[in-house]
């Protein structure tokens, strides 16, 4: 009896096609967990807060690299977080902007929030995770290779990325933190949206909030 990844090799030094199974190892006591998709439960988001949705994008100006973490209310798409770095697989941008979520949701210690994000490495560790049950938080994940478990932060990630350089003119890192928090704050409080009936994510939220 041998494995299957040693057959394969034998299989290969005698010139025969095979095809193996592929076992991803993980050491004992690995950091990374993998959560449910509550989101496929048909979750009844009623209000603010119950829900908030979070993702990182990136993007190239005059030669610099950034990333842009968000964390978005999925009831009335605002940007409750967000965080910038130009440090390539920072993963502190995703603590920074977890930090920022986590002193809205000190507010309201009672409230059940889900936190839905994709799989990715930090968002899977157990520095991020330990974090969330210690608010009353509780972590989702989009299934592997599936950004449309996670459609509405994908359609904002690109909205913002056009926006803040069509728009917004956006050509100098020369206060580029000053830049997209001007640009986040249009969004949440200027820019009207359809889905919301043409209200911005505040006026939506101080509208319909109870």
């Known amino acids: 009896m041998v494995s299957d990844q040693y057959a394969h090799k034998l299989c290969k030094t005698a010139g025969i096609v095979s095809v193996s199974k592929h076992y991803r190892y993980k050491k004992p006591g690995d950091p990374y967990r993998i959560y449910p998709n509550l989101l496929l439960t048909g979750l009844d988001i009623t209000g603010p807060l119950q829900c908030v949705v979070s993702d990182m994008t990136a993007f190239h100006l005059k030669g610099s690299y950034y990333e842009l973490t968000l964390f978005m209310d999925l009831w009335n798409n605002e940007i409750l977080s967000y965080s910038l770095s130009s440090r390539k697989g920072d993963r502190m941008t995703y603590i920074h902007g ?13 409230l059940e929030m ?4 994709d799989q990715g490495s930090v968002y899977s560790s157990k520095s991020f995770n330990e974090l969330l049950p ?16 996670n459609a509405a932060m994908e359609a904002i990630n690109g909205w913002i990325k056009a926006e803040i350089f ?45």
Do not use: C
């Open 134 to 149: 210690l608010y009353n938080i509780v972590h989702s994940m989009s299934r592997a290779g599936t950004p449309t478990d």
């Open 98 to 110: 977890l930090e920022g979520l986590i002193e809205l949701k000190k507010k309201n210690p009672d």
């Open 114 to 117: 889900v936190l839905h994000t």
């Open 166 to 210: 069509n728009d917004f003119h956006l050509t100098s890192n020369e206060n580029i933190t000053y830049e997209v928090e001007k640009y986040i704050r249009f969004f949440n409080e200027e820019r009207p949206a359809y889905s919301l009936n043409y209200l911005t994510p505040k006026q939506y939220r101080e509208y319909y909030a109870h």
